[in-house]
Structure formats: structure tokens, C-alpha cells
């Protein structure tokens, strides 16, 4: 997909480089303020028969309060504070099945593998795996736009519901017990993974620096949830390391009023939770905020980099007590990563 792939100029005698050394990685140079003028075309190119590989990093640290006012009753817990860390990693390949720069494109998606870390502040450890490490060797396809946009979600949709299902304890004469698991990050690396491109309004125009565009994406959840996070994306400017461009895009969030369209939960019907928010209910979101940082590499049409950071204050009811008793305070730290492995 070559059409839509070019940085534009107003002519090259208007575009002039500083030089200067930033970040951990070595020598990079950006582009001055008062020099960059040239709109930037950003879009999804996927070569044939050339497959790209990336690794997935979700980390969230909850902290649990069960009695935040200090007023704890007998069968309530102390006050302490129960923190919490889960850890998702994943490799996953994307290979273009089809190609066609000027219509749809069909991805095949291939894990290669998923491993999730969980520890607590209680001790306690989780007797199973978590679900979404079945999806090591599972593979999806995604039709997209040239833009990124995804047109058919039939497949993910079929391997979530997959993955949902091996949430739950076998023994059905407890009822339906699930466990702890980390498939909505899962949901959330890939529902949107191309969010950043996308989104962009009348995207043949052109990004201009300072830029901005609005959008949406999930927000994993330590519970069952489907919370959406409000997205302003700004094209900050455009980074020269090593002879290659890329096109930063700096992102901001805020709690959305709904989550974004067509998702879909990987669980249906009643069941109750194992673990520590399995007496919790009523959960309500007070606050998210966080921001995010993109390196999209404008000649080849892909994403170098992406890290996205928020921070979000849940407040709960115990099961039997309501509100007026206990309001348990839940504070969540979710970072999630993306990047090209060379």
C-alpha cells in the first residue's frame, strides 16, 4: 500500500534540520518548529509475503482499600491495603494474505507465544493459568482500509469468546467460577491496533504539526468491565534517526462515557468471580487520565513504537453491605507497550 505512504513538502528548500541527541537509544535529531511545513500522509503498508512481528507488554498494578475511612467491622478486612500486579507479554506476528492498496487487505495474525505473571501482597498465588495464555499458536485475520481501519472483526471475535471460555472452572457443581484473567488487555492491544492512523478525519489532507484528532479506545479492567477511555491524539512532530522519519504522536485520555463500538465481552451469562473481586460489586469509575507516545515510521507505514499510561480511581460495594457500610477505594496503573521486533 504505496499510495497514501509519502511525507509531502512544500518544497524541500522550506524544510531544514536541526541536530541534536535525545533519549536512551543514541542519536536522534528532530525537526525545527520553525522549519517543518510539509503536511504529513500517514497509512497502514503492508508488503506481500513480508510479514511484521511485535511484542505486547500489558502491566497494571491495582491497589485495593476495603476500608479507606479506617472505620474497618469484624469479617471486613483491616484496611490494609492489598496491592496487585499482573503482567500480560506477547510475540505476535502479522502476515498480509491480500494485498490491495486501493481496497481492503486481509492480515492473518499468528501468536507466537503469551505468558502472564500475577503477584499480590497477600501471597496468594493463582492455581491456573490464566486464559489468554491459550492463545499462544491461535491465529486471527483482520480485513483493513488503507488507513488501518478495520473493516471485519469476525475472526478476533470468534478467539475471544474462545479464550473467555477457558476462564471458568471445570467443576459445574460449584456454578460458573472464573478466574482472573487478562483477555480484555488482549481485546485492547488488538481491537484498535492501528487506532493512532485510523482516526484521522480527511487523512489524503494530510497532518500538519500540532495537529489534533479525537478517538476512543478500551480500558482493561482488573474486574469485569468495558470502560472506554476518550482519546486526543496531536502529531507533535516528526523525528530523522538514522535516515528514517517518523511522525510523533503524542496522546492524552480521559474517562469516555461509553466503550468504543462493536466490542465485544469475552464471557456471557452468570457466573462469580474467584479471587479478591469476587465479594466486590457496584463498581463505579471515579477517574482515568494518562497519556501515550507513538513513533509511527512514515515511509514504511508502520508503527515503530507505542506506549500507552493511565491512571484510574474505582470506587466499589462489598457484597451484602452496600455503600452506606464500606466503600472500597481501587486505584489502578496500566501501562501498555508495542513494538517492532527487528
Given at each position: 500500500m504505496?499510495?497514501?505512504?509519502k ?5 524541500l528548500?522550506?524544510?531544514t ?7 536512551c ?6 525537526a ?14 503492508f ?18 482499600n476495603?476500608?479507606?475511612s479506617?472505620?474497618?467491622r ?32 486481509i ?31 491461535k ?7 488503507p488507513?488501518?481501519?478495520?473493516a471485519?472483526y ?6 475471544i ?5 477457558n476462564?471458568?472452572d ?5 456454578g ?23 482516526s484521522?478525519k480527511n487523512?489524503?489532507k494530510?497532518l ?7 478517538s476512543k479506545l ?15 491524539y ?6 530523522e534517526?538514522n535516515?528514517?522519519y517518523?511522525a ?11 466503550p468504543?463500538a ?14 479478591t ?15 501515550g ?10 508503527i515503530?513504537?507505542d506506549?500507552q ?18 466503600e472500597?477505594n481501587i486505584e ?5 507497550t ?5
Amino acid at each position: 500500500m504505496n499510495i497514501m505512504k509519502k511525507w509531502i513538502f512544500t518544497g524541500l528548500g522550506l524544510i531544514t534540520m536541526g541536530v541534536c541527541f535525545v533519549g536512551c537509544q543514541g542519536q536522534q535529531s528532530t525537526a525545527k518548529s520553525a522549519g517543518f511545513k510539509g503536511p504529513v500522509l500517514l497509512a497502514v503498508d503492508f508488503k506481500p509475503d513480508v510479514p511484521l512481528k511485535y511484542k505486547f507488554v500489558c502491566e497494571r498494578q491495582t491497589a485495593l482499600n476495603l476500608d479507606p475511612s479506617g472505620h474497618s467491622r469484624k469479617g471486613t478486612g483491616s484496611g490494609k491495603v492489598q496491592n496487585t500486579t499482573e503482567r500480560l507479554e506477547m510475540e505476535i506476528v502479522y502476515k498480509p494474505v491480500e494485498v490491495n492498496p486501493y481496497g481492503y487487505s486481509i492480515i492473518e495474525a499468528t501468536c507466537n507465544f503469551a505468558n502472564v505473571t500475577r503477584s499480590s501482597s497477600s501471597g496468594r498465588s493463582q492455581s491456573r493459568p490464566d486464559a489468554v495464555k491459550s492463545v499462544a499458536g491461535k491465529s486471527f485475520t483482520l480485513k483493513i482500509t488503507p488507513t488501518g481501519k478495520v473493516a471485519d472483526y469476525s475472526s478476533l471475535e470468534t478467539l475471544i469468546k474462545e479464550l473467555g471460555q477457558n476462564a471458568f472452572d471445570g467443576d459445574v457443581k460449584r456454578g460458573r467460577i472464573k478466574n482472573p484473567d487478562m483477555i480484555m488487555d488482549f481485546v485492547a492491544t488488538q481491537w484498535s491496533i492501528w487506532d493512532s492512523v485510523s482516526s484521522i478525519k480527511n487523512p489524503l489532507k494530510g497532518l500538519k504539526k500540532n495537529r489534533t484528532w479525537d478517538s476512543k479506545l478500551l480500558a482493561p479492567m482488573p474486574f469485569v468491565s468495558k470502560v472506554g477511555r476518550d482519546v486526543k491524539y496531536k502529531l507533535a512532530g516528526v523525528i530523522e534517526s538514522n535516515d528514517v522519519y517518523f511522525a510523533e504522536i503524542t496522546s492524552s485520555y480521559s474517562l469516555s462515557e461509553s466503550p468504543p463500538a462493536g466490542i465485544i465481552m469475552p464471557y456471557t451469562g452468570s457466573f462469580q468471580m474467584k479471587g479478591t473481586f469476587g465479594f466486590l460489586q457496584g463498581y463505579k469509575i471515579l477517574s482515568l487520565e494518562g497519556t501515550g507516545r507513538q513513533l509511527y515510521d512514515i515511509e514504511k507505514g508502520l508503527i515503530k513504537s507505542d506506549t500507552q499510561q493511565y491512571k484510574a480511581k474505582v470506587s466499589a460495594s462489598i457484597f451484602g453491605l452496600g455503600r452506606d457500610t464500606l466503600e472500597p477505594n481501587i486505584e489502578i496503573d496500566q501501562t501498555i507497550t508495542m513494538t517492532l521486533v527487528e
